[in-house]
């Protein structure tokens, strides 16, 4: 039985080709967007594609976006939380209204898609689904000149381990927080906000470097599409998973410097419990 994708933010990118491998596998899609009308793709046929207009910033689009495509496929099996952008710059060099849309669109957008998922994959019959949360390795590591970004994307890996913990089992919704590290989409590119430069922050230069990498990343999206496309049809996927071998090698890095400082500390640590 094929399954139900809805995905968020499918202009470009992994969205893009996410959309794309799914169709190609014989499953049905959701396309959203905010600009629907735009969206172009292979293999599309009126019983196995749909194209919606949703704005994570607009919860009506969002709630439409779904019944959407209840109306059309009768239920919803995967959602894949896509849709988000990079700010990048030195933190007091954001301006209030750069950080207030970062979190905007990368984490509260990303609660609203994901309330209206757990309430229709709950209701549904049989009940049931997969929610899938793009996040980045910035959101297992920080980095200097991403100091929003990663904040936004650490607060979607707390809230998601979090919430996954709520489900009932019969429930049968499970989560994915998914950890790209580079690769060659529009992310560094076109799709990033950059902030504008402070004075006392010369030793950072970031723009240059980002754009001299755009398009040189390590990662291939055609593969990251079938990655998560795979995930996404697992009978027991994981809660994370990193993307990229230069993700994996980072992130083995951090946990290890993690565990490393963490047993440095351990009298400290353990030295704050009642006297019993």
């Not at 700010?87 to 984490?107: A, Y």
């Not at 979607?156 to 998914?178: D, L």
Request: proline share 4%.
């Amino acid at each position: 039985m094929p399954k139900v994708f809805l995905v968020t933010g499918t202009s470009t990118g992994f969205g893009h080709d996410l959309i794309q491998e799914v169709l190609n596998r014989g499953d049905y899609a959701v396309a959203t967007a905010r600009t629907p009308e735009a969206l172009k793709f292979n293999n599309t046929t009126p019983e196995n594609y749909l194209a919606v207009k949703l704005d994570v910033l607009d919860k009506s689009t969002i709630t439409d976006a779904f019944q959407r495509a209840l109306d059309k496929f009768g239920r919803v099996d995967v959602v894949v939380n896509n849709a988000g952008y990079g700010l990048t710059g030195c933190f007091e060099e954001s301006t209030e209204e750069q950080i207030r849309k970062q979190m905007d669109v990368n984490f509260f957008g990303l609660l609203d898609v994901t309330r209206v998922a757990i309430k229709t994959m709950r209701e549904q019959k049989p009940s049931g689904g997969l929610i899938q949360q793009i996040t980045s390795i910035g959101g297992l590591r920080g980095a200097g000149c991403f100091s929003v970004y990663c904040a936004s994307k650490f607060a979607v890996e707390g809230f998601t381990e979090s919430v996954a913990q709520e489900m009932k089992p019969e429930w049968g919704i499970k989560f994915t927080n998914i950890e790209p590290g580079g690769f060659r989409t529009d992310w560094a590119g076109r799709s990033m906000d950059f902030t504008e430069r402070h004075p006392a922050y010369d030793h950072f230069d970031i723009k240059p470097v980002m754009m001299a990498r755009n398009g040189k990343q390590e990662g291939d999206p055609l593969k990251a599409a079938k990655a998560i496309y795979s995930l996404g049809i697992m009978e027991n996927p994981p809660l994370r998973i990193v993307l990229g071998s230069d993700a994996y090698g980072k992130i083995l890095a951090k946990l290890e410097a993690d565990k490393k400082q963490v047993l440095q500390y351990e009298k400290l640590s353990n030295s704050t419990d009642v006297d019993v």
